[in-house]
Structures are given as structure tokens and as C-alpha cells.
């Protein structure tokens, strides 16, 4: 039932380590997203992807690269991590892009780098 | 410049009172959407609340109520007869950008807190 579904909920890697995060919604939905919470609890979007094609990459660092292998899932893969990407990484989606489309997240990925 | 500001980062509310929090919001386009979320200490983002910029009419869900004020930029949550259960950040988004290449942009938070 869940809606959308991100694996795995905590990473605990040391640093120059590469690690990635899966997502997968069921809603049907065209569009994922994904966003970075700071340890201040800010939220920002990083990529989002609109039936496999990239959108918008919002000036984030080449080491983070994510893939979409169908318009269900998208992967965030993250190499040579720094202790600055510790953060909580969601993933969402929304059926369209514009209008009044309503993203609904997945719970989660809490990145810690040591 | 910050696009959404929310000025409360943290309230403190008696149970069954209700709540409002700020929220006022920055863009020069015609056509926007503001979203609230509720973010519990379990992490995850829960929707609660959509606004139009062209709604005539606040919206509502449940105990949620939108206050729009479009010639004051702002767009504050009202939750009525708080429980305990709403103790939680609570954040409010603007989308925007162009058509096919939107995104939300998410104020700083507001931490609410319900006393029994």
C-alpha cells in the first residue's frame, strides 16, 4: 500500500564511500523528485525527472547522479561522499508537472557520513 | 531573497486551542500553488493542504483551513481544536517555475508544539 517507498531508511558510511538510495512510487505518477533536508530541517530540491527525462538539476554537485530506470523509480546514487552530505534525502512524486499537482513524499533516507 | 518566510520557528499551544501559523510568500507570477506540510518526529513529510492562486475560496480539509490573503502575499494554516497529536515541524511551499519544470520551495518551518 505504501504510496512511495524509499530503501534503505538510515546509511551509515564513512567518507569517499559510494552509496546509493532507491525510490519506487506506485501512484502512477509522471514526475519524482528529489530533495535534501539539512540538520537545520531546511528542505531543497536537488533533481527532479518527468517520465525518465531530467528536468531540473539544481545545482548539485556531479558526484550525486540520479537515474531513472522508469517513470516508477528513481535511483540517487552519490559518489566520493563528504561529511557534508549528511542530511535526510526524500524522494516524491506528482502525477503532472504544474497545475495543481500535489508531490507526496517518501519517508525518508537519513545519510549519515563519517 | 527567501521566497517563503515562515517568522514562527517555534509555538507553544494549549490543547483543543486553535492555531495559526504564519506563512507569506514572494513571486511575481500569476499563477502559483501553496502547499503546507507536516513533518512528525518520525521524519516523514505529510501533505495537508493545497491553495491556489486563483481559488476564489480558502481552502479546508478537516480541521485545516488555508487563510489566503493574496494582496498580503500570505498564506497562513489555521488548525482548529489542536490534539496532541499535531505536535510536529510544519512547513509551507510555494511552487513555481515554468510549466514542466516546477518545484517547490519550502519555508524554513515552524515547530508546533501542544501542551495537555
Known amino acids: 500500500d505504501t504510496a512511495v517507498s524509499q530503501t534503505p531508511k538510515y546509511l551509515v558510511t564513512q567518507m569517499g564511500n559510494d552509496k546509493s538510495i532507491k525510490c519506487e512510487q506506485n501512484l502512477g505518477h509522471d514526475t519524482m523528485y528529489w530533495y535534501k533536508q539539512d540538520s537545520k530541517k531546511f528542505l531543497k530540491i536537488m533533481f527532479s525527472?518527468?517520465?525518465?527525462?531530467?528536468?531540473i538539476n539544481e545545482t548539485v554537485p556531479n558526484r550525486f547522479s540520479p537515474k531513472s530506470p522508469d517513470k516508477a523509480h528513481l535511483n540517487l546514487h552519490i559518489n566520493s561522499l563528504e561529511l557534508g552530505d549528511s542530511a535526510v534525502y526524500f524522494c516524491a512524486s506528482s502525477l503532472l508537472q504544474g497545475a495543481a499537482d500535489t508531490q507526496y513524499f517518501g519517508p525518508g533516507t537519513r545519510l549519515t557520513v563519517l | 531573497a527567501q521566497k517563503i518566510t515562515q517568522t514562527q520557528p517555534g509555538m507553544f499551544v494549549q490543547e483543543k486551542e486553535a492555531v495559526t501559523l504564519d506563512c507569506t510568500y514572494d513571486?511575481?507570477?500569476?499563477?502559483?500553488?501553496l502547499f503546507w506540510y507536516k513533518q512528525p518526529s518520525s521524519g516523514e513529510m505529510i501533505f495537508l493542504i493545497y491553495?491556489?492562486?486563483?481559488?476564489?475560496q480558502n481552502a479546508t480539509e478537516g480541521r485545516y483551513s488555508l487563510n489566503f490573503q493574496k494582496a498580503r502575499k500570505s498564506a497562513n494554516l489555521v488548525i482548529s481544536a489542536s490534539q496532541l497529536g499535531d505536535s510536529a515541524m510544519y512547513f509551507c511551499a510555494m511552487r513555481e517555475g515554468q510549466q514542466g519544470a516546477q518545484k517547490l520551495v519550502f519555508g524554513q518551518g515552524t515547530r508546533l508544539t501542544i501542551n495537555p
Open positions: 513571486t511575481s507570477d500569476p499563477s502559483y500553488g
Open positions: 491553495q491556489g492562486s486563483y481559488d476564489q
Open positions: 525527472y518527468n517520465n525518465k527525462e531530467l528536468i
